[in-house]
């Protein structure tokens, strides 16, 4: 799936920009350092977990009847775009141009698609947010790559939702029994998720 959210927005850009689809390619940084190199390179730096998804409950109910699943698995994307053309203004100016494209248009999904592009679904939604990169990081970066520095824009690219497992169908719990009271019959799970969370909090 990862590729495919990077296939989808270099396919965007190309467009933005005006440029063929071979003039934006998916590869390491390393790659720069062919003499024939020419465009823009789209580079996958790190994958991270987003961290505010992790506690998504695994059970919904739906005509009184609950199913399980487990929760989607959200990942950020640290992308860096590196623009290395002939003449060397001509790397400013479509590094220009594709960070006003992305200001314009910070998130991708079914919603605003274009007729010709359209939006893989499975991937829910892609949020992409510019990232200030230090002077020390980015010669750090460019260092393990090949040591020549190249005009470049680093972005964040959030939840990106990876398939999940088909919902199984299960009962729901309503009782539980602590350690010598009698069997316990709630309404419903928030109860008993309160009742729990009553008893911790007491200390009993």
Do not use: C
């Not at 594709?98 to 200001?103: D, L």
């Not at 679904?121 to 990169?133: A, E, M, P």
Request: charged share 20%; no cysteine; proline share 4%.
């Amino acid at each position: 799936m990862i590729h495919i959210a990077m296939e989808y927005l270099s396919a965007e850009v190309s467009h933005s920009l005006g440029l063929n689809l071979e003039d934006i390619k998916i590869d390491s940084l390393q790659s720069l350092q062919n003499s024939n190199a020419q465009g823009i390179i789209m580079a996958l730096l790190n994958v991270e977990q987003e961290s505010t998804l992790k506690n998504l409950p695994n059970s919904r109910v739906q005509n009184e009847r609950v199913f399980y699943q487990t929760p989607p698995f959200s990942i950020n994307l640290q992308l860096v775009l590196a623009f290395h053309f002939e003449q060397y203004i001509t790397s400013i100016q479509y590094l220009a141009d594709t960070a006003n494209f992305f200001h314009k248009k910070k998130w991708f999904s079914t919603e605003n698609q274009r007729e010709e592009q359209p939006f893989p679904s499975t991937l829910g939604r892609l949020v992409v947010d510019f990232q200030n990169i230090g002077l020390e990081q980015l010669n750090h970066i460019w260092s393990i790559s090949g040591g020549i520095h190249h005009p470049a824009l680093f972005y964040k690219v959030r939840l990106l939702r990876l398939e999940q497992d088909e919902a199984i169908e299960g009962p729901a719990i309503k009782t539980v029994e602590i350690n010598d009271e009698k069997q316990i019959i709630f309404p419903d799970s928030s109860e008993m998720k309160k009742y729990l969370k009553d008893k911790h909090d007491n200390g009993t």
